[in-house]
């Protein structure tokens, strides 16, 4: 079995999915600390005056000490609308929009209290919409304790995987120090090693490509194709 885990992205890039179709299982870890102004709560689209960021605010009461699986939206704005909107007038005429806009239309003016169940059904609808037969499951709903490394580490040892797939930047963030625990409980560890596929964008053209937004970007433009696209992307160290 390949693994993989990674905290839950808001409307993940293309690297993030990469990762999870090259493994067979995922593991949200979602029983980590918050990061305040990263990819949990906000990502980029393509809009027709350049990169756009898209946010959902989150309540804001000891949010650096809360774990993602307990951090509550702040539904006091009409955030959800203002984003959907923000999709809509970036995305309404590319060719594959109405293939797949129901979903984050109803998805977007639905109001949701948790951020991480918002995140995961995103998620989950991506691999859907890309045919990625992924298995999903919860750090939170494990046996394991710990952080950093030794966290990555035990959700291994409760899977027994035969490859542990990294993020380029190392076991938790942390390079490749701690490899040789991995080593050592007969788990082999490989660095993803994304390079980013180019492709024409709205109101661009390939030449003029913007990297790094938001998967929905390739799906609007290329549907099903799209996963082709994602795969050309794989390489490990």
């Known amino acids: 079995m390949i693994l993989t885990i990674h905290q839950p992205e808001h409307m993940p890039w293309l690297g993030f999915l990469n990762k999870l179709d090259a493994s067979d299982t995922f593991v949200i870890l979602d029983n980590v600390q918050y990061r305040h102004k990263y990819f949990q709560n906000r990502n980029k689209i393509k809009g027709a005056n350049g990169?756009?960021?898209?946010?959902?605010?989150v309540v804001s009461a000891n949010r650096r000490?809360?774990?993602i699986k307990d951090i509550q939206i702040n539904n006091n704005s009409n955030?959800?609308?203002?984003?959907?909107?923000?999709?809509?007038?970036?995305?309404?005429?590319?060719?594959?929009?109405?293939?797949?806009?129901?979903?984050?239309?109803?998805?977007?003016?639905k109001e949701w209290a948790n951020l991480c169940d918002l995140n995961i059904d995103i998620i989950k609808?991506?691999?859907?919409?890309?045919?990625?037969?992924?298995?999903?499951?919860?750090?939170?709903e494990l046996?394991?304790?710990g952080q950093g490394e030794k966290l990555i580490l035990d959700i291994c040892k409760h899977y027994n995987p035969e490859v542990y797939i990294s993020g380029i930047t190392g076991i938790a963030g942390h390079g490749d120090r701690f490899e040789n625990e991995f080593v050592k409980a007969g788990i082999k560890v490989?660095?993803?090693?994304?390079?980013?596929?180019?492709?024409e964008q709205n109101h661009l053209k390939k030449k003029d490509f913007v990297p790094y937004m938001s998967a929905i970007d390739l799906l609007f433009n290329y549907g099903e194709q799209s996963i082709d696209i994602i795969r050309s992307g794989w390489s490990i160290k």
């Open 51 to 57: 990169p756009l960021w898209l946010n959902v605010p």
């Open 65 to 67: 000490e809360t774990k």
């Open 79 to 109: 955030w959800g609308e203002k984003n959907w909107k923000s999709i809509y007038y970036a995305y309404g005429k590319s060719k594959y929009f109405k293939d797949y806009s129901d979903y984050f239309e109803s998805t977007f003016l």
């Open 125 to 140: 609808n991506l691999l859907g919409f890309l045919e990625i037969e992924t298995n999903i499951q919860r750090a939170s």
């Open 143 to 145: 046996p394991v304790e």
């Open 190 to 199: 490989a660095y993803q090693d994304f390079t980013h596929p180019a492709y």
